[in-house]
């Protein structure tokens, strides 16, 4: 789906409505804080109010774009896990820590930024609504169509806002300045509103889509589901995902499957049909960088590395041991992080160093950059020479967001004064997420053979060896390619079977973790299982003794389950928004 460069930005902070152009000029053909009605009313108009409602999945552009609202949410869902450290040194983007440590208070300007952003994205996709109804010259089916895009991305919106601060307004095109109803209160639980949005998608959305980007009904019915786990809803979404995995086809009509797990992170095979729903991203267009993943521009390796920035989300040692496993290739689930597994953690870059060789699940190396490693085809990974500073952030580098470096100015934006600008799409649903919550649902209402099968099958795809990380064929020129040999002694296997529900439901919940790592869902899955504080907790107790900094952390429950709402957005409210509790 091309995007539009000229771009109409609607801003709904709850109290104030701003209007930005990229060109002086259209400031002159309208008064200031209206919309020109007779450009818009039209067929074009409205598609083009669309694509800046789609235009902001990819968390940069509107209000509050940036490190803050990445697509990602690797600040709020990964650093606030146990996934990963913040990283870098501690004073850069220092907001995060007290995030990190369950510390932050309303103040925080990360918090301001995501849900300005968030409800800015909410107000144009209720334009598409309103300008929609004036227009003449759509047919009923283009406008239902439109219109479920619009309720698609309108739920997508808010559910990020939902399970971030939980008591949230839900904003939809009837709140409006000439009605002066736009100091709407969080005082109700929008998990129906949010349902009744994606119903309707559901219902008007297309199987298939003239532009990759653009939601489908398969989409919808996947992000329904989604929303019933969220509400412990397991037989609705047990229904529609029995549905999605059986019939369920991508935009462009391809059956949804598993790919090779490493090109879910590869711009060149992105939109593949283990994409269900992406935030596009795109690159070297004429937008200065704004249109490519701009949010994840932090998150590469330190000094020499792909990247060019900044050292930021650094994998946390907790979440590498997860990857370590048993004889028979299955995780550890209780003890996961009673072993370290072999880190180069206080080793000058010039100190030998060998690789663990105990067993490991391959997709630790596709997911975490560790030293004597290939890291793509940059070359071993060299260890504290790519770490801004070890001591704070561990021995670990993130490696999902990052490009190959023969991509480099082909699918990174040549314009940006990093590399880091790059065409890697970040994929909000893919069909390893679908198998997973199918699972999950299975364990719940259905059956525990069942949910063994598809967490055996998401186990069945990392088995494949061809999707192992491979030795450089010359490891003093990795541009030459790999070899067949393995990197590390990876061994994975599959449950022979799951005893009981409470066995069952341990292993699901750990494949997501192993699946989904470093993807911005863990913190919020922690959440919806209910286990936050316990877990959390425990990774605090054995990681204080790594970093530092997480000495006086601590998760407090019933509080830290949500953010805090922004005080600056309490204040405009006028005191119609109501604080979380413990803040």
Same mark, same amino acid.
């Given at each position: 789906?091309?995007?539009?460069?000229?771009?109409?930005?609607?801003?709904? #902070? =709850?109290?104030?409505?701003?209007?930005?152009? $990229?060109?002086?000029?259209?400031?002159?053909?309208?008064?200031?804080?209206?919309?020109?009605?007779?450009?818009? @009313?039209?067929?074009?108009?409205?598609?083009?109010?669309? =694509?800046?409602?789609?235009?902001?999945?990819?968390?940069?552009?509107?209000?509050?774009?940036?490190?803050?609202?990445?697509?990602?949410?690797?600040?709020?869902?990964?650093?606030?896990?146990?996934?990963?450290?913040?990283?870098?040194?501690?004073?850069?983007?220092?907001?995060?820590?007290?995030?990190?440590?369950?510390?932050?208070?309303?103040?925080?300007?990360?918090?301001?930024?995501?849900?300005?952003?968030?409800?800015?994205?909410?107000?144009?996709?209720?334009?598409?609504?309103?300008?929609?109804?004036?227009?003449?010259? /759509?047919?009923? @089916?283009?406008?239902?169509?439109?219109?479920?895009? %619009?309720?698609?991305?309108?739920?997508?919106?808010?559910?990020?806002?939902?399970?971030?601060?939980?008591?949230?307004?839900?904003?939809?095109?009837?709140?409006?300045?000439?009605?002066?109803?736009?100091?709407?209160?969080?005082?109700?639980?929008?998990?129906?509103?949010?349902?009744?949005?994606?119903?309707?998608?559901?219902?008007?959305?297309?199987?298939?889509?003239?532009?990759?980007?653009?939601? &489908?009904?398969?989409? %919808?019915? %996947?992000?329904?589901?989604?929303?019933?786990?969220?509400?412990?809803?397991?037989?609705?979404?047990?229904?529609?995902?029995?549905?999605?995995?059986?019939?369920?086809?991508?935009?462009?009509?391809?059956?949804?499957?598993?790919? &090779?797990?490493?090109?879910?992170?590869?711009?060149?095979?992105?939109? #593949?049909?283990?994409?269900?729903?992406? %935030?596009? /991203?795109?690159?070297?267009?004429?937008?200065?960088?704004?249109?490519?993943?701009? *949010?994840?521009?932090?998150?590469?390796?330190?000094? *020499?590395?792909?990247?060019? $920035? $900044?050292?930021?989300?650094?994998?946390?040692?907790?979440?590498?041991?997860?990857?370590?496993?048993?004889?028979?290739?299955?995780?550890?689930?209780?003890?996961? &992080?009673?072993?370290?597994?072999?880190?180069?953690?206080?080793?000058?870059?010039?100190?030998?160093?060998?690789?663990? @060789?105990?067993?490991?699940?391959?997709?630790?190396?596709?997911?975490?950059?560790?030293?004597?490693?290939?890291?793509?085809?940059?070359?071993?990974?060299?260890? &504290?020479?790519?770490?801004?500073?070890?001591?704070?952030?561990?021995?670990?580098?993130?490696?999902?967001?990052?490009?190959?470096?023969?991509?480099?100015?082909?699918?990174?934006?040549?314009?940006?004064?990093?590399?880091?600008?790059?065409?890697?799409?970040?994929?909000?649903?893919?069909?390893?997420?679908?198998?997973?919550?199918?699972?999950?649902?299975?364990?719940?209402?259905?059956?525990?053979?069942?949910?063994?099968?598809?967490?055996?099958?998401?186990?069945?795809?990392?088995?494949?060896?061809?999707?192992?990380?491979?030795?450089?064929?010359?490891?003093?020129?990795?541009?030459?390619?790999?070899?067949?040999?393995?990197?590390?002694?990876?061994?994975?296997?599959?449950?022979?079977?799951?005893?009981?529900?409470?066995?069952?439901?341990?292993?699901?919940?750990?494949?997501?973790?192993?699946?989904?790592? /470093?993807?911005?869902?863990?913190?919020?899955?922690?959440?919806?299982?209910?286990?936050?504080?316990?877990?959390?907790?425990?990774?605090?107790?054995?990681?204080?003794?790594?970093? #530092?900094?997480?000495?006086?952390?601590?998760?407090?429950?019933?509080?830290?389950?949500?953010?805090?709402?922004?005080?600056?957005?309490?204040?405009?409210?006028?005191?119609?928004?109501?604080?979380?509790?413990?803040?």
């Amino acid at each position: 789906m091309k995007r539009s460069y000229i771009k109409i930005i609607l801003v709904l #902070s =709850i109290s104030s409505v701003l209007f930005y152009a $990229c060109k002086k000029e259209f400031l002159e053909r309208a008064p200031l804080g209206s919309l020109d009605q007779g450009n818009l @009313t039209t067929s074009a108009g409205v598609r083009g109010l669309l =694509i800046g409602a789609y235009s902001l999945l990819d968390g940069y552009g509107g209000a509050g774009g940036g490190f803050a609202t990445a697509a990602s949410n690797w600040v709020f869902g990964g650093v606030a896990s146990d996934d990963a450290y913040k990283g870098s040194d501690p004073g850069d983007q220092a907001d995060i820590v007290s995030i990190e440590t369950y510390s932050a208070n309303a103040s925080n300007p990360y918090f301001e930024s995501k849900w300005r952003h968030l409800y800015d994205a909410i107000q144009r996709s209720n334009d598409v609504l309103r300008v929609m109804a004036d227009v003449k010259g /759509m047919s009923d @089916t283009e406008k239902k169509v439109a219109g479920a895009e %619009a309720r698609f991305l309108r739920a997508h919106y808010h559910f990020e806002a939902k399970r971030m601060w939980n008591m949230i307004p839900y904003v939809d095109e009837t709140i409006t300045y000439a009605k002066a109803n736009i100091l709407v209160a969080n005082d109700k639980d929008i998990w129906p509103n949010i349902e009744a949005d994606l119903k309707f998608a559901v219902a008007n959305l297309p199987a298939t889509q003239p532009a990759i980007g653009r939601a &489908n009904s398969w989409a %919808a019915k %996947a992000y329904l589901a989604k929303v019933y786990l969220y509400q412990k809803k397991y037989a609705e979404a047990k229904t529609l995902l029995d549905d999605v995995i059986t019939n369920g086809t991508t935009a462009s009509g391809k059956k949804y499957d598993l790919v &090779n797990f490493f090109d879910n992170f590869n711009p060149e095979t992105k939109n #593949s049909v283990e994409s269900v729903f992406s %935030a596009q /991203m795109s690159v070297n267009d004429n937008s200065g960088g704004s249109n490519g993943n701009w *949010g994840d521009v932090l998150n590469f390796p330190y000094n *020499g590395g792909p990247g060019g $920035c $900044c050292g930021f989300y650094q994998p946390s040692q907790s979440l590498v041991n997860s990857y370590r496993v048993d004889t028979d290739g299955l995780p550890f689930l209780d003890n996961f &992080n009673s072993v370290d597994v072999k880190n180069d953690q206080g080793l000058k870059s010039d100190d030998p160093f060998t690789p663990e @060789t105990a067993p490991l699940d391959p997709r630790l190396d596709i997911t975490v950059g560790r030293r004597g490693i290939p890291y793509l085809d940059w070359g071993v990974h060299p260890g &504290n020479n790519w770490i801004r500073d070890q001591a704070n952030g561990g021995p670990y580098a993130p490696k999902k967001s990052v490009y190959a470096k023969r991509q480099q100015g082909a699918l990174t934006d040549k314009s940006f004064w990093s590399t880091g600008i790059t065409a890697n799409n970040y994929t909000i649903i893919r069909f390893a997420d679908v198998l997973l919550m199918a699972a999950e649902a299975e364990v719940e209402v259905g059956s525990l053979d069942k949910a063994k099968d598809l967490v055996n099958r998401v186990r069945q795809r990392a088995a494949a060896p061809e999707g192992w990380v491979k030795t450089y064929v010359d490891p003093a020129a990795p541009e030459k390619g790999f070899t067949s040999t393995p990197a590390a002694n990876y061994k994975i296997g599959l449950y022979p079977a799951f005893p009981d529900k409470v066995y069952a439901r341990k292993a699901v919940r750990f494949e997501r973790k192993l699946e989904l790592a /470093m993807e911005g869902s863990r913190f919020f899955d922690l959440v919806r299982y209910g286990t936050a504080a316990e877990e959390l907790n425990a990774y605090i107790a054995v990681e204080k003794n790594r970093r #530092s900094y997480l000495n006086n952390a601590s998760f407090t429950k019933a509080k830290n389950e949500y953010f805090p709402i922004p005080r600056n957005q309490i204040d405009l409210s006028k005191g119609t928004l109501k604080q979380n509790p413990g803040y």
